[in-house]
């Protein structure tokens, strides 16, 4: 039955409805606007095509799992006859701590294993660019050898642009599920990033030729299963890295899978510094 009764809206008073135009626009004007308007960009399906599917994504709360699994874990790392320098570069929006297991394996071996010394990665800029550079300058003069550069996800992008800039430092640069080949946009965090760091992934703040190869050896980590990234981004093709090897973990399990730190050392133990 139809109600008999009709309700008009509220009215707000002319000095609210003032204060709410103003509002709008001072939210349109705002940084916080900006940054939603990169989240939400529209881009043509294709941009995407590759990225993990959404089961893969999933399957990377795993890494819930791992304070047990690692509590069972017995690991038995050999002495290396070949000891490295080593500077771990965390992923985007992780902290060298994120990389604590995988450092704990590689001095266990006998290597000398460093963080990047910048903290939380929150994306590029010139000033991290320089900073990152700086240490890495640093261990090569302190230890007088060359820094074995192993970067994981968008720490990997750093240590390919770091051993372009600085390859006499550097005696290899190992990546771990580094999207540095095809579209910046072929993974499921794109738009978060482009909300946190406030550019698009087609242009960022620093001057980066992705897909060239440092001139240094470059040996890019990937997996099937990575739920973050597109195997094919992070494996590349021949010409931007000189070796792929394929791997079963997760996106976050590159920082402390078994088979990843197996895989890890036995590239330190060929490496030429």
Not at 88 to 115: N, T, V
Not at 126 to 154: N, P, Y
Not at 159 to 179: D, F, L, W, Y
Not at 235 to 253: Q, S
Request: proline residues 8%; hydrophobic residues 40%.
């Amino acid at each position: 039955m139809a109600s008999r009764f009709a309700f008009d809206r509220p009215r707000l008073p002319a000095p609210l409805v003032a204060a709410g135009g103003r509002a709008q626009q001072a939210y349109a004007a705002s940084e916080l606007a900006r940054r939603v308007a990169l989240a939400r960009e529209a881009i043509p399906e294709e941009h995407e095509s590759g990225k993990p599917r959404l089961v893969r994504l999933l399957g990377e709360a795993q890494v819930l799992l791992e304070p047990v699994r690692r509590a069972r874990r017995k690991l038995d790392i050999a002495p290396t006859a070949n000891p490295q320098v080593v500077m771990l570069l965390p992923g985007f929006g992780a902290h060298p701590m994120r990389m604590r297991y995988l450092a704990r394996q590689m001095e266990s071996a006998g290597h000398i294993a460093k963080r990047w010394g910048l903290g939380f990665n929150w994306g590029p800029t010139e000033e991290r660019f320089d900073a990152v550079e700086e240490r890495l300058l640093q261990l090569h003069a302190r230890h007088g050898r060359k820094v074995v550069l192993v970067g994981w996800s968008l720490g990997g992008l750093y240590a390919r642009e770091i051993a372009k800039r600085q390859p006499q430092a550097v005696a290899k640069v190992v990546t771990m599920g580094s999207p540095f080949s095809g579209s910046p946009r072929a993974n499921n965090v794109w738009r978060a990033y482009q909300f946190i760091t406030g550019h698009s992934v087609d242009a960022p703040p620093v001057a980066a030729e992705l897909r060239v190869k440092p001139p240094v050896e470059t040996v890019a980590l990937w997996s099937g299963n990575d739920g973050v990234i597109a195997p094919r981004c992070a494996a590349g093709r021949p010409g931007e890295r000189d070796r792929a090897v394929a791997l079963r973990c997760t996106h976050m399990g590159f920082t402390y899978d078994p088979q990843v730190i197996r895989t890890v050392l036995a590239e330190l133990e060929v490496t030429r510094s």
